[in-house]
């Protein structure tokens, strides 16, 4: 067989085979698409299968490229500022302590394996960069994936979703942060000024990007706007502007994902419904199973020895105690019920394909060694599988759908 037909081929099987698989009741009910989409990338690399050839990596990697880039853009379409507002102290105390728990926590359990654990850093990463990247990691919730989660548990139409869903937006901010202070931190070629260049020249791209091209972008989606909706002339816009701030953000020396996602959280609100519908599913069923495909060919289970088996164990308490306790506390001290705040921290510590796109960032930046990755992809599977049986026993045993009062 040819490469093409070798690539279509693989790309039959990694499209359609996650998805056939989450279709039967008995998965859908428990598994979330995501984790099946990585499960299925880890299956298919050398880990099991190993049944990718090496000459159609460049092929994945780049078709995963525009994937992640694009998830982020989606990500950063989902965010509106606007939704934060007048949430109450509940919600601040929600959103700043189920990020900065499980961070701390994570840092911790870095700070100790970079000593303890030999080969878990990058060739990049001294041992304050390490702990932070550990940090970041722990500290994601996948917005897209609990999204999803909640509207399978039927919780997004009740205050905890709304909660969950504003919380999870703020973590994935601070994450963004974290991991481009971190790539600007990063010393290149020796030079201690790249890092401060970077973010100095980050900042200024962050301005021209907000008070520069969103008017002008706002004027040119106005012009090219039908009564039924966005003409060509405006997917093929927000196309440009998506391409170019990541092609922007990776000529800074940050990744392409920092401009994607800066390219949706720009865009007008009512343009954000138009464009999710036309590009989200596609992105979601199509093109992202190509990205965990070029993330499971670097995972090697067969490496998951005694001290990598402990750094795996302390990352996946510290990312779901982290998360629980860090969400679930402010919500009780603030009044709320035990089984809604407990759900509430539950659904928090989703993870999914956001982790996997932050690990694969740090890996590529030299952060990371394939060994940590290996860990903390095996832990986010972890996670985010236990997070729709978690809020079904909660519920469960709580006897109904947790539902928070109307004040906070």
Sequence with gaps: MTDSGAFLLLALTIIAAPYAIWRLPLVQRLVPLAVIQIGTGIVLGPSLLGVVPPDLTPALSGVGLLAVTLFAFLTGVHFDPADLKGQ????????????????????????????????????????????????????????????????????????????????????????????????????????????????????????????????????????????????????????????????????????????????GAILPRRVAAAIVTRFEPFAALVLMPFFFVAAGLKVDLGGLGAGLGLFLVLVTAAASLGKIVGAALPARCAGLPSADAVCLGALMQCKGLMEVVVLTILTEAGILAPAAFTAMVVMALLTTAATKPLVGLITKMAGSSPAIPQKD
Excluded: Y
Aim: hydrophobic share 60%; net charge positive.
């Design 88 to 263: 109450g102290r509940c919600f601040v105390a929600v959103s700043l302590s189920s990020a900065i728990l499980p961070a701390l926590l994570g840092a911790a359990v870095g700070w100790w394996a970079f000593d303890a654990v030999p080969g878990l850093a990058g060739p990049q990463a001294g041992r304050p960069i390490f702990a932070a990247a550990i940090a970041a990691a722990i500290a994601v919730t996948a917005l897209p994936v609990l999204a999803a989660i909640m509207k399978e548990t039927g919780l997004d139409g009740t205050r905890i979703g709304r909660l969950a869903l504003g919380a999870a937006v703020v973590n994935d901010l601070l994450l963004w942060v974290m991991v481009a202070m971190l790539l600007a931190g990063l010393r290149q070629d020796g030079r201690p000024l790249t890092g401060l260049a970077v973010l100095v020249g980050g900042l200024v791209w962050l301005s021209f990007m907000v008070w520069g091209v969103k008017p002008a972008v706002l004027k040119l989606l106005h012009r090219s706007w039908g009564e039924s909706g966005p003409r060509d002339t405006a997917l093929v816009l927000v196309a440009g502007l998506l391409f170019g701030s990541a092609a922007l953000s990776e000529a800074l020396g940050l990744h392409a994902v920092i401009g994607g996602f800066v390219a």
